[in-house]
C-alpha cells in the first residue's frame, strides 16, 4: 500500500495569508494525487488531482498544488486564506488518505 | 443528479452482532470504494468493487465484507461488531473509464457498537 504523511496536524493562518499544506508520498510508481477537503459536518468534496501531465494542478476555491517527482511532494497552496478556507485536508495518492490537516483562518 | 447516497444515515448495534450498510453510486459511475473513518481520523480505505468484484483492500479483516450488484449499487457488511468499529462509514463511486481519477463521497453512515 501507499503511504502519505501529512506534515502538522494542525495548521493555523492569518486571514489572507499563505496557506501551505504539506504533503508528501512513498511510491515507487507516481501515483494519482489528489487532496480533498472536509468541512465541518459535511461530505468529502474534491479539491484537486493529479494524474499525468502538467505538474502544477489547480483546483478549486482558489487551492493549488505541485507534484514534485524528486522530491515525492504535492503540497496544497493557496496564496490568501479566507475564513471559509477553515477546514479539514486529506493528501490521497490512489485510494489512501493521509492523516489529515486541520486548518484554522484567523481574523 | 442524487449523487453517491448512503443508507441508514444512523445506526446503532450491539458489540456482536452483524451490520450491513447501503451505497448508491453517482449516475454513470461503476466503481464503488469502502472507507472507515474514525472521529478525528483520515478515512481508511477498506476495499473497492468493479464489475461486482472486490478489486482492491486495505488492511481490514474478513470481518468486513463487501457485495456489488448489477446495478452498481454496493453493500458493506461487517460481523461480529466490535467497540472498535464504531466510526462514520464512507461510499465514494467513481468511474473506471476515468481511471477512477475522481471519486465523489456520500455523506456517510454513522455507525455507534455498544
Known amino acids: 500500500a501507499q503511504s502519505v504523511t501529512q506534515l502538522g496536524s494542525h495548521v493555523s493562518v492569518s486571514e489572507g495569508a499563505l496557506v501551505l499544506l504539506r504533503c508528501n508520498y512513498s511510491s515507487s510508481v507516481p501515483p494519482y494525487l489528489f487532496w480533498y477537503v472536509q468541512y465541518p459536518n459535511q461530505g468529502l468534496q474534491l479539491l484537486l488531482k493529479y494524474t499525468t501531465g502538467a505538474t502544477l494542478v489547480k483546483g478549486i476555491n482558489g487551492f493549488e498544488a505541485e507534484f514534485k517527482k524528486s522530491e515525492t511532494s504535492f503540497h496544497l497552496t493557496k496564496p490568501s486564506a479566507h475564513m471559509s478556507d477553515a477546514a479539514e485536508y486529506f493528501c490521497v495518492p490512489r485510494f489512501y488518505f493521509g492523516t489529515g490537516t486541520s486548518l484554522t483562518v484567523i481574523p | 443528479d442524487a449523487g453517491v447516497t448512503q443508507s441508514p444515515t444512523h445506526l446503532i448495534k450491539t458489540r456482536g452482532q452483524q451490520v450491513t450498510l447501503r451505497c448508491s453510486p453517482k449516475?454513470?459511475?461503476?466503481?464503488v470504494s469502502w472507507y472507515q473513518q474514525a472521529l478525528g481520523q483520515g478515512p481508511q480505505f477498506i476495499f473497492q468493487?468493479?464489475?461486482?468484484?472486490?478489486?482492491q483492500r486495505g488492511n481490514f479483516p474478513d470481518r468486513f465484507s463487501g457485495h456489488q450488484f448489477p446495478n452498481y449499487s454496493s453493500e458493506l457488511n461487517v460481523n461480529a461488531l466490535l467497540l472498535g468499529d464504531s466510526a462514520l462509514y464512507l461510499c465514494?463511486?467513481?468511474?473506471?473509464?476515468?481511471?477512477?481519477?475522481?471519486?465523489?463521497f456520500g455523506q456517510g453512515t454513522r455507525l455507534t457498537v455498544v
Open positions: 465514494a463511486s467513481s468511474w473506471i473509464g476515468a481511471g477512477n481519477t475522481e471519486a465523489f
Open positions: 468493487y468493479y464489475e461486482e468484484e472486490e478489486r
Open positions: 449516475s454513470g459511475h461503476d466503481t
